[in-house]
């Protein structure tokens, strides 16, 4: 049985991690942030153990030391940044914010007012605004962009950021 040469195997991997991240980027919602500085890196890292394995490989620790640095940066980090993209209360802004759109839309708006996203978030069971507490009797987040949108009236964190640039645009956060 004839083994790979380590020209090729680096040259696959390269390509792999490539399309990997690529495709891992893509797969994120256009509205969320897709993280690019720390995907960058990452791809950056799996692409320089992809150049380990073209590199001499007289030794077997080299070998091993690329491939599983190949696997780790380019297949499973971004792969896992990408499921890890969408907790829950980052899908129920997303899911507000097609409603605020929808009604934002019906009523012939060229924008999306606060008041469309308060109706929103409170038909899906939410709220908008930090929770009122005895802590901190303010509520910040519920008067202008971008707004706080909790997935539920008595939660108060984990919540995230909603704002809409140029009218309909929605751009959603952790924050």
Same mark, same amino acid.
């Given at each position: 049985?004839?083994?790979?040469?380590?020209? =090729?195997? !680096?040259?696959?991997?390269?390509?792999? +991690?490539? =399309?990997? $991240?690529?495709?891992? $980027?893509? &797969?994120? #919602?256009?509205?969320? #942030?897709?993280?690019?500085?720390?995907? !960058?890196?990452?791809?950056?890292?799996?692409? &320089? +153990? &992809?150049? =380990?394995?073209?590199?001499?490989?007289?030794?077997?620790?080299?070998?091993?030391?690329?491939?599983?640095?190949?696997?780790?940066? !380019?297949?499973?980090?971004?792969?896992?940044?990408?499921?890890?993209?969408? /907790? /829950? *209360?980052?899908?129920?802004?997303?899911?507000?914010?097609?409603?605020?759109?929808?009604?934002?839309?019906?009523?012939?708006?060229?924008? =999306?007012?606060?008041?469309?996203?308060?109706?929103?978030? *409170?038909?899906?069971?939410? &709220?908008?605004?930090?929770?009122?507490? #005895?802590?901190?009797?303010?509520?910040? !987040?519920?008067?202008?962009?971008?707004?706080?949108?909790? $997935?539920?009236?008595?939660?108060?964190? /984990?919540?995230? +950021?909603?704002?809409? #640039?140029?009218?309909? *645009?929605?751009?959603?956060?952790?924050?």
């Amino acid at each position: 049985m004839k083994s790979v040469s380590p020209k =090729v195997l !680096g040259g696959i991997s390269a390509i792999a +991690c490539l =399309v990997v $991240a690529a495709a891992a $980027a893509l &797969a994120v #919602d256009s509205r969320l #942030d897709r993280h690019w500085i720390i995907r !960058g890196i990452t791809l950056l890292v799996a692409l &320089a +153990c &992809a150049a =380990v394995l073209v590199a001499d490989n007289a030794r077997k620790g080299r070998l091993i030391i690329g491939l599983v640095g190949v696997v780790m940066f !380019g297949v499973i980090f971004p792969v896992s940044s990408t499921t890890w993209s969408q /907790p /829950p *209360e980052i899908k129920f802004a997303l899911s507000v914010a097609d409603d605020a759109k929808a009604a934002a839309q019906k009523q012939s708006a060229s924008t =999306v007012s606060i008041a469309d996203v308060k109706a929103a978030a *409170e038909a899906r069971g939410g &709220a908008i605004g930090t929770l009122k507490t #005895d802590r901190s009797p303010t509520v910040r !987040g519920a008067d202008a962009y971008p707004l706080i949108i909790r $997935a539920k009236q008595d939660q108060g964190r /984990p919540w995230s +950021c909603l704002t809409f #640039d140029h009218g309909l *645009e929605a751009k959603i956060r952790a924050c």
